[in-house]
């Protein structure tokens, strides 16, 4: 079993930065495929971002890339999310999850574990 805590939530105004992090818990983490979702109000939860276990790959969502830098410390059991230039539509709750047999994933489906989430709020 996997916990998944996220932090660095907050309010911040378009155009300003923000930096995610998911600490694991367990001893596997290094082996495991992490993704960032996000859920807006009243929509489906989105995929943002994926990396590998080791860090070599990593995937983003088109309205993300270029903006967000995904990243992993596997000595430290975390995962982070550098979110840059961002936008009203960034809005929502941030999730990560982990995958435990994929080399990547972009589908909710694929992702065995799941934290609570952080709240982003990006102001116009």
């Known amino acids: 079993q996997v916990q998944l805590v996220e932090s660095g939530g907050g309010l911040v105004q378009a155009g300003g930065s923000l930096r995610l992090s998911c600490a694991a818990s367990?001893?596997?983490?290094?082996?495991?495929?992490m993704g960032w979702f996000r859920q807006a109000p009243g929509k489906e939860r989105e995929f943002v971002a994926s990396?590998?276990?080791?860090?070599?790959?990593?995937v983003y969502a088109d309205s993300v890339k270029g903006r967000f830098t995904i990243s992993r410390d596997n000595a430290k059991n975390t995962v982070y999310l550098q979110m840059n230039s961002l936008k009203p539509e960034d809005t929502g709750v941030y999730y990560c999850?982990?995958?435990?047999?994929?080399?990547?994933?972009?589908?909710?489906?694929?992702?065995?574990?799941w934290g609570q989430g952080t709240q982003v709020t990006v102001s116009s």
């Open positions: 990396i590998s276990w080791s860090g070599a790959n990593t």
């Open positions: 999850a982990a995958d435990r047999f994929s080399a990547i994933a972009t589908m909710k489906s694929e992702y065995d574990y």
């Open positions: 367990g001893r596997t983490f290094s082996t495991y495929a």
